[in-house]
T-cell receptor, first 110, second 113 residues
Framework: AQRVTQPEKLLSVFKGAPVELKCNYS??????LFWYVQYSRQRLQLLLR??SRESIKGFTADLNKGETSFHLKKPFAQEEDSAMYYC????????????FGKGTLLTVNP | NAGVTQTPKFQVLKTGQSMTLQCAQD?????MYWYRQDPGMGLRLIYY???????DKGEVPNGYNVSRLNKREFSLRLESAAPSQTSVYFC????????????FGPGTRLTVL
C-alpha cells in the first residue's frame, strides 16, 4: 500500500532562514509526487510537481528514489510562506488518485 | 469561470440528521473527488468518480454516499450524521493525463453535535 509521511506537524523558522519540509513515501511503482499548499483562508492549490523539476515561489523539491524522499526546500523563507503544506503521491493506473501526507504547518516569524 | 464551487460553506447538524454537500465544476474535468480534512490527519479520500456514471470508494467511505449527477456535479450525502463526521470537506476535480493537477473547492465546514 502506498503511504506518504510528513514527520513534522509544525515547523517554525525566522524570515530569511532556510526551510526544509520533509516528505517520505512508500510505493511499489514509479512515483509521481506533488506538493500542495493551503494559505490561510484559501483553498488548497498545487505548489509544484516533481516531474516538472521547476521552482515555484523559490521552492524546489527533488525526488530521491534511493531515499524515497521528496523534501521541499527554500533557501530564504518569507513571512508569506506561512501555510499548511501537503506532500502527495499519485497512484498509478487510469484513476488519478492522490494520497496525501498529514501536512506540515510552516510558520515564518519576522 | 468559477472553477470548483461547494455549497454550503458552513453547516451544523444534530446527530442522526442527514444532509447533502454539493459540488459543481465548470472545468470540463472527468474526475471528481471528495476529501475530508481533520487536524493531524491531513486529507483523506472519501469517494471519487473517475468519469460520469462511475463512483468508487476511497480511504474512508463509511457513513457516506455519493452521486455523480452529471459531468459537472458530484454530491456527498451523510444519511445519519455522527459527531465523528465533524470535519472540513473538500471537493476536487482533475482532468486526464499524466501531469494534471487536482483543483480544489473552498470547502464546507461541518459540525455534528
Amino acid at each position: 500500500a502506498q503511504r506518504v509521511t510528513q514527520p513534522e506537524k509544525l515547523l517554525s523558522v525566522f524570515k530569511g532562514a532556510p526551510v526544509e519540509l520533509k516528505c517520505n513515501y512508500s510505493y511499489s511503482g514509479s512515483p509521481e509526487l506533488f506538493w500542495y499548499v493551503q494559505y490561510s483562508r484559501q483553498r488548497l492549490q498545487l505548489l509544484l510537481r516533481h516531474i516538472s523539476r521547476e521552482s515555484i515561489k523559490g521552492f524546489t523539491a527533488d525526488l530521491n528514489k534511493g531515499e524515497t524522499s521528496f523534501h521541499l526546500k527554500k533557501p530564504f523563507a518569507q513571512e508569506e510562506d506561512s501555510a499548511m503544506y501537503y506532500c502527495a503521491l499519485r497512484s498509478g493506473g487510469s484513476n488519478y488518485k492522490l494520497t496525501f501526507g498529514k501536512g506540515t504547518l510552516l510558520t515564518v516569524n519576522p | 469561470n468559477a472553477g470548483v464551487t461547494q455549497t454550503p460553506k458552513f453547516q451544523v447538524l444534530k446527530t442522526g440528521q442527514s444532509m447533502t454537500l454539493q459540488c459543481a465544476q465548470d472545468m470540463n474535468h472527468n474526475s471528481m473527488y471528495w476529501y475530508r480534512q481533520d487536524p493531524g490527519m491531513g486529507l483523506r479520500l472519501i469517494y471519487y468518480s473517475a468519469s460520469e456514471g462511475t463512483t468508487d470508494k476511497g480511504e474512508v467511505p463509511n457513513g457516506y454516499n455519493v452521486s455523480r449527477l452529471n459531468k459537472r456535479e458530484f454530491s456527498l450525502r451523510l444519511e445519519s450524521a455522527a459527531p465523528s463526521q465533524t470535519s472540513v470537506y473538500f471537493c476536487a476535480t482533475a482532468g486526464t493525463g499524466t501531469v494534471d493537477e487536482q483543483f480544489f473547492g473552498p470547502g464546507t465546514r461541518l459540525t455534528v453535535l
